[in-house]
């Protein structure tokens, strides 16, 4: 338990990993008995989701970052309801959090930073990111705190606490005959990957990648032959990728599946998960691969060589380096037992990065910054 309660901001309309994360985050701490309200935007995805678990939702228009009406509202609901502690989940909460706790010495600030990018180098920026009302940082891997530290934070300001999934939910898959059927893939090895189509996940890698793989396949004579690729998830760049895949010849191989609320399943139709990403906070996403048993081949970018380790549970190579990451993709799909093994391995492994440990992590920055340590 804390002396006071937890009010966390996330400014986010859309679902996505981060989104997730805070409500496991709410989750777990709910049921370490700490009282908390998510603010968020009206109609947002986490909102509905947060309501439907039972949890407490504050919904507060936010028109940006520097939006003084609703930093009012987030300062009036912390002090009138007793959430004294703020925690500040994507980068506009963070100034918006800032910026209430400079108007009252009963609040303190705590900001997870979940991209593994540098901060952008303004003097605003820096004055944001450097600000001593920011009373630490939460770093979701030991790459991000790297980064951090680079862009002027003191290391001593920051502690790590992984992401965490509920691996359980991964224990038992749905039946996944229907994907067979829906995506026409019966016979094939079935490469998957599941990720916003946004620059950081360079999808354009992984396509490069599976014109390599293409060729290496045709030559060959093994069950490897017969594969696709599919790609789970929307973005920016969904357009580009689609129009870069004819490019390549790749129609045949690759399809784009959109948003999908079945990834229990999905993961149940995979026999690898790939991933491409040049910058990555940590990826949940190949946690639930993990969780799932599934064996991964993926660059090395950002925080996921903290998760996968190399030739244990799956294979790493360089960022930007398709013939790599087609070579590593071409190795594991001509050998079943390795990709069991490696597949095994991860269920094991992911146990380290369990929901409710996240949650325990963040409760102990909580209780340091208090001052309510033992």
Same mark, same amino acid.
């Given at each position: 338990m804390i002396s006071t309660g937890v009010l966390h901001i996330t400014t986010a309309r859309s679902w996505r990993g981060g989104e997730q994360q805070v409500l496991y985050l709410a989750l777990a701490l709910s049921e370490q008995g700490i009282r908390q309200c998510i603010v968020a935007p009206p109609g947002s995805e986490l909102s509905a989701r947060a309501r439907q678990a039972g949890l407490e939702v504050a919904e507060i228009p936010i028109l940006g970052e520097l939006d003084f009406l609703a930093v009012r509202r987030i300062r009036k609901l912390a002090l009138e309801r007793g959430?004294?502690?703020?925690?500040?989940?994507?980068?506009?909460?963070?100034?918006?959090?800032?910026?209430?706790?400079?108007?009252?010495?009963?609040?303190?600030?705590?900001?997870?930073?979940?991209?593994?990018?540098?901060?952008?180098?303004?003097?605003?920026?820096?004055?944001?990111?450097?600000?001593?009302?920011?009373?630490?940082?939460?770093?979701?891997?030991?790459?991000?705190?790297?980064?951090?530290?680079?862009?002027?934070?003191?290391?001593?300001?920051?502690?790590?606490?992984?992401?965490?999934?509920?691996?359980?939910?991964?224990?038992?898959?749905?039946? $996944?005959?229907? #994907?067979?059927? =829906?995506? *026409?893939?019966?016979?094939?090895?079935?490469?998957?990957? /599941?990720? &916003? !189509?946004?620059?950081?996940?360079?999808?354009?890698?992984?396509?490069?990648?599976?014109?390599?793989?293409?060729?290496?396949?045709?030559?060959?004579?093994?069950?490897?032959?017969?594969?696709?690729?599919?790609?789970?998830?929307?973005?920016?760049?969904?357009?580009?990728?689609?129009?870069? $895949?004819?490019? #390549?010849?790749? =129609?045949? *191989?690759?399809?784009?599946?959109?948003?999908?609320?079945? /990834?229990? &399943? !999905?993961?149940?139709?995979?026999?690898?998960?790939?991933?491409?990403?040049?910058?990555?906070?940590?990826?949940?996403?190949?946690?639930?691969?993990?969780a799932a048993g599934l064996p991964v081949v993926s660059t090395a970018g950002g925080g996921i060589p903290e998760m996968i380790d190399h030739k244990k549970g799956g294979l790493l190579s360089p960022v930007r380096g398709p013939r790599n990451l087609a070579e590593s993709l071409y190795y594991i799909m001509s050998r079943s037992g390795i990709r069991k093994r490696y597949g095994s391995y991860n269920r094991k492994r992911v146990k380290d990065f369990d929901f409710r440990n996240t949650a325990l992590q963040n409760l102990d920055v909580y209780r340091l910054v208090l001052g309510e340590t033992d």
């Open positions: 959430y004294h502690l703020l925690h500040a989940h994507t980068a506009k909460a963070h100034s918006l959090g800032l910026l209430a706790r400079k108007k009252s010495d009963k609040l303190k600030l705590i900001v997870s930073r979940r991209v593994d990018f540098p901060a952008r180098q303004n003097f605003l920026s820096r004055k944001k990111y450097q600000s001593p009302y920011v009373d630490r940082y939460i770093a979701i891997s030991r790459n991000v705190k790297r980064i951090l530290v680079a862009d002027g934070i003191d290391e001593d300001r920051i502690s790590v606490a992984y992401s965490g999934i509920d691996s359980a939910r991964f224990q038992k898959l749905p039946d $996944c005959q229907y #994907l067979r059927q =829906e995506f *026409r893939c019966e016979g094939h090895l079935i490469l998957g990957n /599941i990720a &916003a !189509l946004v620059d950081h996940k360079d999808h354009r890698t992984l396509l490069e990648a599976v014109g390599v793989l293409q060729e290496l396949t045709d030559r060959s004579d093994g069950p490897e032959k017969h594969w696709k690729l599919l790609i789970v998830g929307e973005g920016e760049l969904e357009g580009y990728l689609k129009a870069l $895949c004819e490019e #390549l010849h790749l =129609e045949d *191989r690759v399809i784009f599946t959109g948003f999908r609320k079945d /990834i229990p &399943a !999905l993961l149940n139709l995979f026999d690898v998960f790939v991933m491409s990403s040049k910058e990555e906070g940590l990826g949940t996403a190949v946690l639930d691969a993990m």
